[in-house]
């Protein structure tokens, strides 16, 4: 399967602490995006990457909130000091041109 | 204020008939419209795109119309199948997104019931 992956698919955590997701994006894409869709609504705009380098946070991106791309590959999400908020669907996606591919998503609840 | 609407929540639809999903759009910069289609604990999957240079743009059984001077596209399926049942998502993206990325702006979405 040559698609966008995420990891974890759920994650349940307690108020406070950290949480980590990561995203594989499809191979020959050099641009990648990271989105939270909460029940309701659409996806909303996170971040952004073109290779390794971020260039656009949403202003939903709080500082307990960030995001890397090493090398231009696998990007990870962090957020620290989690808060009941912050329980939503996050979302991953890649593209080389227009359309954007997205994986299968990282549900977070905190509790 | 949001930039992408869909207005209809839900849309119920007999199986064979024409599904029409509706988006506004108020952004006058968006020149890239997208749909995707959404089950649930899943991520969305891309459907059909149309460029602000086309007013239609076709694919097997599904087309999508877009009107610019009324800002209004159009997602048309034909013939409804059952499997179409899913929540189905209008997107939008344009020059003004701030270092080229290009984001998508997505509508709250409308949930099709393609009835057997």
């Known amino acids: 399967d040559t698609g966008v992956s995420q990891d974890p698919r759920h994650k349940i955590t307690k108020r406070g602490q950290n949480v980590t997701f990561r995203c594989d994006p499809i191979?020959?894409?050099?641009?990648l995006y990271w989105y939270r869709q909460t029940l309701g609504q659409g996806p909303e705009f996170l971040t952004y990457f073109q290779n390794e380098a971020q260039l656009e946070k949403s202003r939903l991106l709080s500082d307990r909130f960030s995001a890397e791309r090493p090398k231009g590959s696998f990007s990870t999400l962090e957020i620290q000091r989690t808060e009941q908020g912050d329980s939503a669907m996050y979302l991953c996606?890649?593209?080389?041109?227009?359309?954007?591919?997205f994986g299968p998503g990282t549900r977070l609840t905190v509790l | 204020d949001q930039q992408v609407k869909q207005n209809s929540p839900s849309l119920s639809v007999q199986e064979g008939r024409i599904s029409i999903l509706n988006c506004d759009y108020t952004?006058?910069?968006?020149?890239?419209f997208l749909w995707y289609k959404k089950y649930p604990a899943e991520g969305p999957t891309f459907l059909i795109s149309i460029s602000s240079i086309k007013d239609k743009n076709e694919d097997g059984r599904f087309t999508v119309f877009l009107n610019k001077s009324a800002k209004h596209l159009s997602l048309h399926i034909v013939p409804s199948q059952p499997g179409d049942s899913a929540v189905y998502f209008c997107a939008a993206s344009g020059r003004d997104s701030g270092a080229g990325s290009y984001q998508l702006t997505f509508g709250k979405g409308t949930k099709l019931s393609v009835i057997p």
């Open positions: 996606a890649s593209t080389d041109y227009n359309e954007q591919f």
């Open positions: 952004n006058s910069m968006f020149d890239y």
């Open positions: 191979s020959e894409h050099n641009r």
